[in-house]
């Protein structure tokens, strides 16, 4: 079975749909889905899924591209991470693509995450975007390395990537690397230590090649993981089996 390490099924897009999400799960062999945190105020549409659905989990945070809550504070997060339903801080990191300016706010609501995820001891899901030299250096400035987690969507280069596993960290292919132009991102998947591996959708974005242009869900996270297959030679099974066991020890659940 298969895990959709990195979802948003709790946005609009699904609303009035999650019979047929979840059905669709099952008829493409995926077991389980993170729905994962994007900002505060809507914090409560993730957890209220994780809360009615066994196989679905949550994790809290605030997305760099979100402005608002610029002074949020560590108890903030604190208080969410204590729902055993939680398994994760995040997503948090640094996007320069989107935004501009002055981003010192960004980066230092980046520390505040890595901080409580370390008086929590649950691990990060981080986002970066144009900001791979930043996001790795509050990474070592802050210890992330004592908690782990994931560099989600991963678009990156194997440097980025190496340097992100050798402090811990698992690295996360989404539909992304089904594109075309994908080749130096396969490359990368190619190379990433098998304990170190996840796949996700993003959903209800970048959806994989052959569903390219619709809106991304979970049961799709079988189209990635097919790719990733085969870039690094070996059957779907095994690469099912790795990544879900990959999945268990980094969130520390049991997906049974």
Not at 200 to 218: F, I, S, W
Request: aromatic share 8%; hydrophobic share 45%; with cysteine.
């Amino acid at each position: 079975m298969l895990v959709d390490s990195h979802c948003h099924i709790d946005f609009p897009d699904y609303d009035g749909k999650m019979d047929e999400l979840r059905l669709a799960m099952q008829e493409n062999g995926v077991s389980h889905a993170l729905c994962v945190s994007v900002n505060l105020p809507d914090w409560p549409r993730v957890m209220a899924l994780a809360e009615r659905y066994d196989n679905f989990f949550a994790s809290v945070g605030v997305h760099p591209d979100h402005a608002e809550g610029e002074s949020l504070g560590e108890e903030a997060l604190l208080q969410r991470a204590a729902h055993p339903k939680v398994v994760a801080i995040g997503e948090t990191g640094l996007d320069y693509f989107r935004l501009t300016g002055d981003l010192d706010w960004q980066r230092e609501r980046f520390r505040t995450h890595i901080r409580a995820a370390k008086r929590c001891g649950k691990p990060l899901i981080i986002h970066t975007r144009s900001a791979a030299e930043d996001t790795l250096r509050i990474m070592r400035e802050e210890g992330a390395e004592q908690v782990g987690g994931v560099m989600h969507c991963f678009t990156e280069s194997q440097e980025v990537a190496q340097a992100s596993v050798e402090m811990g960290f698992m690295i996360s292919f989404s539909g992304i690397v089904t594109f075309r132009n994908a080749e130096p991102l396969r490359q990368v998947a190619k190379w990433v230590p098998a304990d170190s591996l996840l796949v996700e959708t993003d959903a209800p974005y970048l959806a994989p090649v052959p569903m390219r242009g619709k809106v991304n869900q979970p049961a799709w996270v079988r189209h990635v993981a097919e790719c990733v297959a085969q870039v690094r030679g070996i059957a779907l099974p095994q690469l099912a089996a790795e990544t879900s066991a990959n999945f268990a020890r980094l969130f520390r659940v049991d997906l049974q």
